[in-house]
């Protein structure tokens, strides 16, 4: 009985004290975001021209905040509230303008968004070598483009970007990609026969399909976004879209996380104007052609394994000119300001028709 009576009680004081924390939560993000404003003063009585976004400062922030995280909040969901109070800081004095391979409502916004958060002012674009011209302009501040998917590979037309291009990487987000099978108010579930989604979508999600759906047409698409937009005027249909997709269009879910591998990801890129100082946990992406003779691989891939320098990925290009033969991209661990990295790469110079630094940058964080 006495628990009984006691409990509005102490239902009553739990929510003063969550009233409290809350009033001095704000207290405290205001006071964040005064300082950051101080900062931006002091850069612009510097170089009115200063660059306000760190991504190495801001990598070192969020590391922090999940090392510290004392709990009960899950430390990559700590991070991502942190990561909004640092947008919703940096939008006082200039949001960043990020274009983004679009259209709305696609998995490329949605790494965006978890990079650079919510008050980012996001474009979307038609194609990725749209992408960097806006960012070469200077119409944008950075760009998102996807790089690689863990079941389908690389993506040609981002490395392809990077050959013509003087941008720099300066970061990378990986984001786990979930499908989910989506119709509008007026599809009759029961009598689905056309499936729109993109071409890779469909490749990521074909053994789930041909289970449940294997007589429905499949159409692929330019984006999953606009298959999403499709079938909102289709009694018969359905697209396969994320979660973001499904809320811009107001679609309902048939089927949850339908893709035939539950670790299915994609790989994006920040690219940007400015090279990224060292932030204590960085990659470093490189360009390299080789001439056309006998042992050009191992040449080019010595250095690395003599210096202990850890290779995290090489892909190969055809080549677009008779001066590129062969043309790798190399991702491996460490930042060109460090001694050992500098050595690998003179080494790497030296044997190579032709090398170019993309840039050297955080590793994901989130």
């Known amino acids: 009985m006495s628990d009984s009576s006691n409990s509005p009680l102490d239902l009553a004081a739990l929510r003063q004290r969550i009233d409290t924390i809350d009033s001095e939560l704000m207290r405290l993000i205001s006071e964040r975001a005064e300082c950051a404003a101080q900062v931006a003063h002091v850069k612009t009585a510097d170089d009115p021209d200063a660059v306000f976004y760190r991504p190495e400062r801001e990598a070192q922030v969020l590391r922090r905040v999940m090392e510290e995280n004392p709990g009960p909040l899950h430390r990559e969901e700590m991070a991502r509230l942190f990561r909004e109070i640092m947008s919703a800081c940096l939008a006082l004095e200039k ?21 650079f958060g919510h008050s980012a002012i996001s474009l979307p674009m038609a194609a990725i070598d749209e992408v960097f011209r806006e960012v070469e302009a200077g119409a944008v501040n950075y760009g998102v483009v996807p790089v690689e998917n863990s079941t389908e590979g690389v993506v040609n037309n981002t490395l392809d970007s ?26 009759r579930q029961d009598k689905i026969s056309r499936i729109y989604s993109h071409p890779q979508s469909f490749a990521q999600c074909r053994k789930w399909l041909d289970a449940h759906y294997p007589h429905a047409e499949r159409v692929a698409v330019s984006s999953n976004a606009e298959a999403a937009r499709l079938v909102k005027t289709e009694w018969h249909s359905a697209a396969i879209a994320g979660d973001m997709a499904a809320q811009l269009y107001g679609l309902d879910h048939v089927a949850e996380k339908i893709e035939d591998r539950p670790d299915n990801s994609t790989r994006f890129l920040i690219i940007g104007n400015e090279s990224v100082p060292p932030s204590g946990t960085d990659k470093t992406s490189v360009v390299v052609a080789m001439r056309n003779e006998p042992g050009a691989l191992h040449a080019l891939l010595e ?64």
């Open 95 to 115: 949001p960043i303008k990020v274009a983004y391979l679009g259209p709305e409502g696609t998995f490329t916004q949605q790494a965006a968004l978890k990079h």
């Open 162 to 187: 990077f050959m013509d291009s003087g941008l720099h990487i300066s970061g990378e987000v990986v984001l786990r990609i979930h499908h989910h099978l989506l119709m509008s108010s007026i599809t």
């Open 303 to 366: 250095p690395f394994h003599r210096h202990h320098v850890d290779m995290t990925r090489l892909e190969t290009r055809p080549s677009r000119t008779g001066a590129w033969n062969y043309v790798f991209f190399i991702d491996f661990k460490g930042h060109v300001d460090q001694p050992e990295i500098a050595s690998v790469l003179e080494e790497v110079r030296s044997g190579a028709q032709d090398m170019k630094v993309l840039g050297s940058y955080p590793v994901g964080v989130l």
